[in-house]
């Protein structure tokens, strides 16, 4: 067999591709125009033929267990039709440009062979390195704010105009407030966290009722008929929208308490007061107190529990940020923060939940700018650490 015949299997769409960025010189960089794949393993020997630019080239760079050793910049790729790799080399990462129509990968080994199951099968285990198998292939419901919406137009970085920020209903509940899709934090889909898990894990999304701007404790915004409404995740309205066209999920996620901690008063992060008893009615839970974080936070888990026995609850705490990247905010948000996690994480082992603890995905406190895009919301690289995290943990 030839080498054109080798190139009849195209190989691109076995990878997982990160969009808006490359590697140079081993280090994940952002470039709006690019795609990239982390280092996948790779036989030394076997021979690389991919998308080029004619103008921009196309970048490769080669690993060994897991550490850079060298690359191939754009200008050292223009012309080139093959790459071998390197006998000291078990993995690469591939650079493709956008803008490049015909998108493709080719690998081989043999010259006299057709090696394609061989290498959908390495492939495999290298996409298995990321799949979770205890959320492989299940369905879920998102319980958020800002952080996890997604719908409309990609906002400008400019756009204050919040109110306008309506979910088109694609990915996100119809009319809520949204935050994303956002030019300066992440501009598409692909780039969320829940997304990034529902691929990874062939997960279905049920119900995404994230609303931006919400706190878990009772308050109203403004609907989408200008008329204010209850968003407060503690409240039935929002609770009733975890489920869609009469499907519940096999998983929530309860992804909140960012805007408790920006917008509330220390004196709301008191102690809970509310216990946690079985086989209250709903009319009794309705009239439990929700004064304070805890006590909002325990009674929207009850109800969840009452309302969706069959499914489970996967808490997530929040990540350290600091609105407008400021150091004055750094110490009453860390106190309301760092107090609202410790609440959330008795609360879940109270009620038997799985969390996961974002505080320890490392988006850092002090100048993590690199991941948070306007002091609070996520960027791209952001989204990956959460989702990253949340992939980790839950087993």
């Known amino acids: 067999m030839n080498v054109n ?11 997982i ?8 010189n081993g280090k994940l960089t952002y470039r709006s125009d690019a795609i990239c794949c982390d280092p996948i393993r790779l036989f030394p020997g076997a021979k690389i033929h991919f998308s080029i630019d004619e103008n921009q080239g196309a970048r490769i760079s080669f690993w060994k267990k897991g550490v850079f050793v060298s690359e191939l910049s754009g200008n050292q790729m223009l012309g080139v039709d093959q790459v071998t790799i390197p006998d000291n080399c078990d993995s690469v990462s591939l650079t493709i440009y956008k803008n490049v129509e015909n998108k493709f990968v080719n690998i081989w080994y043999s010259d006299t062979a057709d090696d394609t199951e061989q290498f959908l099968a390495l492939l495999e285990v290298n996409n298995m390195a990321y799949i979770n ?18 719908g409309g137009i990609v906002w400008r970085r400019d756009d204050d105009d919040d109110e306008s920020k309506r979910s088109d209903g694609i990915y996100t509940t119809y009319g809520n407030l949204v935050r994303y899709p956002q030019e300066h934090l992440a501009t598409e889909v692909d780039d969320m966290w829940w997304m990034r898990l529902l691929k990874c894990n062939k997960m279905k999304l049920i119900s995404n009722e994230s609303w931006a701007g919400s706190k878990v404790q009772p308050h109203s915004m403004k609907g989408p ?5 209850p968003v407060g995740m ?11 066209d009469n499907k519940n999920p096999d998983i929530i996620f309860v992804f909140g308490g960012a805007n408790d901690v920006i ?9 809970r007061t ?13 009239g439990l107190c929700t004064n304070s974080f805890a006590n909002a936070y325990i009674v929207m888990l009850m109800k969840i529990m009452q309302q969706y026995p069959d499914a489970e609850i996967i808490c997530i705490i929040p990540y350290f940020f600091l609105k407008n990247n400021t150091t004055s905010s750094i110490t009453p948000r860390y106190y309301r923060l760092t107090k609202g996690a410790t609440q959330i994480i008795d609360i879940c082992n109270l009620l038997g939940i799985k969390y996961v603890d974002l505080r320890k995905c490392d988006i850092p406190l002090y100048n ?3 991941y948070i895009g306007d002091g609070v919301h996520a960027n791209q690289k952001g989204q990956k650490k959460i989702f990253d995290e949340i992939n980790r943990v839950i087993r």
């Open 368 to 370: 993590p700018t690199n």
């Open 133 to 150: 198998p205890y959320l492989f292939n299940k369905s879920f419901s998102i319980m958020g704010d800002s952080i996890s919406t997604y």
């Open 225 to 229: 008929d200008g008329q204010q409404i």
């Open 234 to 244: 503690v409240d039935d309205r929002r609770i009733n929208l975890l489920t869609k």
């Open 274 to 286: 509310v216990n946690y008893k079985p086989n209250r009615t709903r009319q009794e839970i309705n």
């Open 5 to 15: 015949e080798l190139y009849r299997y195209n190989f691109f769409d076995k990878i």
């Open 17 to 24: 591709w990160i969009n808006s960025f490359y590697y140079v």
């Open 263 to 271: 917008s509330c008063e220390n004196d709301r992060f008191s102690d």
